[in-house]
């Protein structure tokens, strides 16, 4: 379907970064690796800093994703079926989501998400 799985989901918080690796590795049951890595059996979600975060211009259009203060980066595992990985995407969303995470996802499959 996709010709490219990878996944970058802009992330809305109070919470400190480690707290946030922390809680997003409790969802996915994952190994936590070096430099806020986190490897599933379905894919490598790596947290990063957002080098745009600008709090002035969130705090006067907190929509633009784009300058929110974290991200992920999503890459699928060898050989993982493609509808499962969305799949596996589209829950993780919807679990930061219930902790009050806004997060959006950008990506070729977003509308499936």
């Known amino acids: 379907m996709y010709n490219n799985l990878y996944c970058k989901v802009y992330l ?10 922390q809680y997003i590795n409790s969802r996915v049951l994952g190994e936590l690796e070096p430099i806020r890595t986190i490897k599933t059996n379905w894919g490598e979600l790596d ?3 957002n080098s745009d975060f600008d709090f002035r211009r969130l705090r006067d259009n ?4 784009v ?4 991200y992920l980066d999503i890459e699928p595992m060898d050989g993982i079926n493609e509808l499962n990985y969305i799949g596996y995407i589209s829950k993780l969303l919807d679990e930061l989501s219930s902790l009050n995470i806004k997060s ?3 990506c070729d ?3 499936d998400l």
Do not use: G
Request: aromatic share 22%; proline share 4%.
């Open 12 to 21: 809305n918080t109070e919470l400190e970064i480690e707290e946030l690796y």
């Open 47 to 49: 947290l990063r800093r």
């Open 62 to 65: 907190p929509e633009d994703f």
């Open 67 to 70: 300058f929110w203060q974290y």
């Open 104 to 106: 959006v996802a950008s």
């Open 109 to 111: 499959f977003e509308q």
